[in-house]
């Protein structure tokens, strides 16, 4: 077992609540609080995620900017509609894989963890395309 075998195991296990708010409204129809609850934990692993990215003293300040740009708009969504929430957070997550790709460290990384990052990252964004979508639908009924 190679030394990320964990992070790994970790990163499949953080989607299932993303797919478990897809399917909540397949199975039980569609509410505002499956978005609700889809964007707060969305907020919650994005801001986990791009804290993994501030590496102190290892990075330029460019890098440094890029691991936090994503979480700063935050507070403003609490103003925004839920459509637009979840339409900046798909954008974020793989802004922050790219952000990670760029980093001298992902070199580092186990092949099987940029595997795991590249299917987290494209499972979660099509997550967000369901979510969107089932925000438009409550939106306009």
């Not at 692993?45 to 590496?55: C, E, H, N």
């Not at 990075?59 to 979480?71: N, P, R």
């Not at 637009?84 to 790219?98: G, M, N, Q, R």
């Amino acid at each position: 077992m190679h030394p990320y075998m964990n992070h790994i195991q970790l990163g499949y296990y953080g989607v299932l609540p993303f797919l478990a708010c897809v399917f909540w409204p397949l199975l039980l129809g569609s509410s505002p609080q499956a978005i609700d609850a889809f964007s707060l934990y969305s907020m919650g692993i994005l801001a986990f995620m791009a804290g993994t990215l501030w590496r102190a003293g290892e990075q330029s300040y460019t890098h440094a900017v890029m691991a936090v740009l994503v979480v700063i708009p935050f507070p403003l969504l609490a103003f925004a509609s839920a459509t637009t929430t979840l339409i900046y957070l798909a954008v974020c997550f793989p802004t922050v894989l790219l952000f990670e790709r760029g980093m001298p460290t992902w070199q580092q990384y186990h092949k099987d963890y940029h595997k795991m990052r590249f299917i987290l990252t494209s499972v979660v964004f099509v997550c967000h395309l369901f979510m969107i979508a089932q925000s438009l639908e409550l939106a306009r009924g």
